[in-house]
């Protein structure tokens, strides 16, 4: 009985230090139990570079004046592990303080923006994902430029939009904050109708990447 | 060698319950509690270094961030708890396990964000259907194996 303590005990403490100094160790563990990652290649570049170019179109048809110098640089990070419960949705990667990452910079994948920097740790920093419930960023809609505010979780939707803005399926929905890159996609239009209230219309976002298969990420510096 | 035996077999039960809340969140975007629900129904079986051990290397496992969290300590702590009033239960310790798996799982969902619930009420009821599944399996499996004639509390 004591031998089987003395194993426990010793097994506990193993883990105990392992978390507090090497919590990667946890993190490669998990990714072995994870499912392999998608080939994005394959599966929705095409989509992706689609949007991409929806956007770039809209923005330089419409808004070309109030367009900011768009950064070009960014960091690239890769994905260590994510959230595990159904509250939040967020991305831990391999870049912190040590790679000058910011908090509150865009998060970007494919060339769209997937979320922003929520918390940054020494080596590495917390992404929170357009699919958390505490997302949100102003927008703008289409080629006439209409403002939205893009709400995130598991449906992300638009709100605040004008009743009397004309929106179309499809319409590509690109970035319109602060310390946020101008004019990058967040995703399409997909159903739009008139807020519960009836003073706003509202509209299901489109994404076209599984938030579950991305391995890497760009930080805007 | 029995205790050594049960320690190994938990282990590799919480494990496949890693795999399947991390298989699933990951395809599904659905996180299933079925580390939080095999933990707790293995506060039936193990004794309590055991269960602090095998509650360590599940925190160890699903850990995401490098700071403590709320969410991780309440994850710890509710197996420690089901440990603590398993005894008190006047149930038959299959259904105590169940009863405790659910209140956990509610525990966890009231502590952290109640508003999910009502959010998203089709996805509450799949991870604690699917939670409690894995929960009865874990248990049922363990007592097969290792009744608890042979443990010392």
């Known amino acids: ?221 | 060698m029995i205790i050594r035996s049960r320690i190994i077999a938990a282990v590799l039960l919480v494990s496949i319950g890693i795999f399947l809340e991390i298989w699933i969140g990951d395809i599904r975007s659905v996180w299933i509690s079925c580390v939080l629900a095999a933990l707790i129904s293995l506060s039936f079986i193990l004794s309590l270094p055991e269960i602090l051990c095998v509650t360590l290397f599940a925190l160890f496992a699903l850990n995401w961030q490098p700071a403590i969290s709320l969410e991780l300590i309440i994850l710890g702590a509710l197996p420690i708890v089901s440990f603590l009033i398993r005894k008190w239960l006047p149930l038959e310790p299959w259904i105590g396990s169940i009863l405790l798996s659910f209140t956990g799982i509610m525990v966890l969902y009231l502590a952290l964000d109640l508003d999910f619930i009502i959010r998203n009420p089709s996805l509450f009821a799949a991870d604690i259907l699917l939670s409690l599944a894995y929960s009865t399996i874990v248990f049922k499996a363990m007592i097969s194996f290792f009744p608890t004639d042979n443990l010392d509390f």
């Not at chain 1, 072995?32 to 599966?43: Q, R």
């Not at chain 1, 990058?184 to 159903?191: A, L, N, Q, T």
């Open chain 1, 1 to 221: 009985m004591k031998k089987e303590f003395i194993f426990i005990s010793v097994l506990a403490l193993i883990i105990i230090a392992l978390m507090v100094l090497k919590p990667i160790y946890g993190w490669q563990l998990r990714a072995l139990l994870a499912p392999p990652p998608i080939n994005w290649e394959i599966e929705s570049s095409a989509r992706m570079e689609n949007e991409k170019l929806k956007a770039e179109l809209a923005v330089l048809q419409n808004v070309k004046a109030q367009l900011p110098e768009r950064p070009e640089k960014s960091i690239r990070a890769i994905v260590y592990s994510r959230y595990p419960l159904n509250f939040k949705n967020e991305l831990l990667v391999n870049v912190g303080v040590n790679e000058n990452v910011l908090k509150g910079k865009a998060v970007m994948f494919g060339g769209m923006i997937i979320g922003k920097v929520s918390e940054v740790f020494e080596e590495t920093a917390l992404i929170e994902t357009a699919f958390d419930d505490r997302f949100q960023l102003p927008v703008r809609i289409g080629r006439n430029g209409v403002q939205a505010l893009f709400k995130g979780g598991s449906l992300p939707a638009l709100e605040l939009i004008s009743p009397t803005a004309e929106l179309q399926m499809g319409d590509i929905v690109y970035s319109a904050a602060a310390d946020f890159p101008y004019g990058v996609p967040m995703g399409e239009v997909k159903d739009i109708r008139i807020s519960d209230d009836n003073l706003f219309q509202t509209a299901v976002l489109d994404i076209p990447y599984d938030i579950g298969g991305i391995n890497t990420v760009f930080i805007a510096e």
